[in-house]
């Protein structure tokens, strides 16, 4: 069983429709939970970071961590064609190899004008 | 700011043969990670340097590959020799320090397939 699931989608929507993007993990160790975006041929681009339990805004963009079901998301309002992009969640803990990033395999988005 | 630089960014080699990875990190970063996404599966951890010092290599696959930091700047990636299940995206990554809440900076990557 992998560590981090995420639905590989792709995922199409229309100019402006929110957009959910989930993945649900195992592992109880993580505690950093992060949201990169990775344009095609480009290296991923952190696009929000959380600890622990909670919600944070920035602009379109609105990540939750429930960590009691071990499932975090990332929603995007009035979604825009320039979102169109892999976007990969990944967490981290606080010691050993949890420190290290895990990734979830990634959720193809297409926005589409 | 430049950003983390790798070169090549594509690299096509016959099984058997030896290719050398290059990363440059943000200056001043100095921790430096390198982490590959292998056809199909997630992107995954390889091993971390804090300066020229290997900080943990848990995620390194086998003897095949020998990662070294001379001086603390650039990072190279040998893999030696190539085996077919070595294709993918080799990704390198860097950060100022080691809290867990400061963001990895990541190159484009560096694509490798082995013929």
């Known amino acids: 069983q992998k560590e981090v699931e995420q639905d590989p989608g792709p995922l199409s929507v229309p100019e402006g429709a929110i957009v959910s993007l989930n993945c649900t993990y195992s592992n109880s160790a993580f505690q950093y939970f992060m949201w990169y975006r990775q344009y095609s041929r480009k290296g991923p681009e952190l696009l929000m970071y959380?600890?622990?339990?909670g919600n944070k805004e920035d602009g379109r963009f609105t990540a939750q961590v429930d960590k009691s079901s071990k499932y975090i998301s990332l929603f995007i309002r009035d979604s825009q064609p320039s979102d169109s992009a892999t976007y990969l969640c990944a967490m981290s803990g606080t010691s050993g190899s949890a420190r290290q990033l895990t990734f979830g395999s990634g959720t193809q988005l297409t926005v589409l004008p | 700011e430049a950003g983390v630089t790798q070169f090549p960014s594509h690299s096509v080699i016959e099984k058997g043969q030896t290719v050398t990875l290059r990363c440059d990190p943000i200056?001043?970063?100095?921790?430096l990670y390198w982490y590959r996404r292998v056809m199909g599966k997630e992107i995954k951890f390889l091993l971390h340097?804090?300066?020229?010092?290997?900080?943990?290599e848990s995620g390194m696959p086998n003897n095949r590959f020998l990662a070294e930091r001379t001086g603390g700047t650039y990072s190279t990636l040998k893999v030696q020799p190539a085996e077919l299940e070595d294709s993918g995206v080799y990704f390198c990554?860097?950060?100022?320090?080691?809290?867990?809440?400061?963001?990895?900076?990541f190159g484009n990557g560096t694509r490798l397939t082995v013929t």
């Open positions: 200056s001043g970063h100095d921790n």
């Open positions: 990554a860097s950060s100022p320090g080691t809290q867990l809440r400061e963001p990895l900076h």
């Open positions: 959380t600890y622990s339990s």
């Open positions: 340097f804090v300066k020229e010092s290997k900080q943990d």
